[in-house]
């Protein structure tokens, strides 16, 4: 039996006063030993137990545990409560981890399918941003064309050389031009022929308008500044069909020879002279060719910045007066400030009555003064 004892262990348990004998192989697994406690105290078998000896020590489960005797039995102690909720705790952490790993892969997914819906999201704002792009490539395109079929037509577009505002160094850069005396002569009349004149001709008989009429020496007008002012005012006209500088010319001699054949220096002012001068040579600055029945129709950058009331004119006004803003152009520098208010309101008020739409009621209030006058001039006059 010595060698049954060796192989086998013998286990005494206290079960309730009752003595219980337990016999198992030294091989069992203590998960083995446990359950055959279990089964010998008549608990569950996966029920958590504790063993006492004698003396109160607890005693491991496990194949290898001291032998015992019938009269030293060990206690077997299920697990209490707080015990139990120990495990318990063991267990909801472990359960927790468990959890959290699984959370963990979960947020994993979670993530995934943000990307994935980011992803698409993306997709689809390309996709929509493309379809912009097109739409802006195709206004772009248009834009070039009505641009390129604006250039055809007027040679160049609407105020894209702001460069041209700045006045030319050079001056006089313009060869002298020597007016014969029967030009001198012819530039006084009605009659005179505009068309066979180059601009550098036409910019010489402006420079003499201005000294005979005696404006340069009454106003003491920088010759040179002068020169400069003509040179500016020819290049901010525009290569247009009709509104361009030989129109500004055309204009401005008919004025001056209004003046000389009606003798309007014994009836105007030198100043009210200047400023009829002056503003017939700015009053159709920058003209980009087009009525003002077409800018407020199509309602263009002019139209839009004089809210339809006289576009063009007031433009054309605006920028005669950006160039007199410069002090290398600028033929008033030597008025006071009151003076040059003056010929600012009256070069104004001249320009702004060249639109059209005003014509019939300027010509009908012209009318009325000169009935007037010719009533005066008839009631005074001896008979
Ligand atoms: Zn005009």
Known sequence: MGSAS???????????????????????SPCDIKELFCTALGVPRNTNLSLLDSSGAMVSIDPTMPHNTERLPYRVVPMTGGQLADKEELFQNVLTQVAEQFSRAFKINELKTEVTNRLAMLEKRVELEGMKVVEIDKCRKDIKKLREEMASRNNSNFLED????????DVPSY????????TVKALRLPTFDAWQWEP??????????????GLVK???????????WLLCIHDNYKNNPFHNFRHCFCVTQMMYSMICLCSLQEKFTQVEILILMTAAVCHDLDHPGFNNTYQVNAKTELAVRYNDISPLENHHCAVAFQIFSQPDCNIFSNFDPEAFKLIRQG??????ATDMARHGEILDSFKQKV???TTQMKSTSPV
């Open 347 to 352: 070069t104004i008020t001249l320009i702004l």
């Open 200 to 213: 550098n001709e036409m910019l010489s008989c402006l420079e003499h308008m201005y000294h005979d009429l």
């Open 6 to 28: 060796s192989s086998y262990r013998v286990i005494h348990l206290d079960v309730d006063g009752r003595i219980q004998k337990v016999v198992f192989s030294r091989f069992c």
């Open 218 to 228: 009454e106003f003491n007008i920088n010759p040179i500044t002068l020169k400069r």
């Open 371 to 373: 009935d007037k006058l």
């Open 162 to 169: 702001t460069k041209k505002l700045t006045p030319r160094r």
């Open 175 to 182: 060869p002298k031009y020597h007016l014969s005396k029967e």
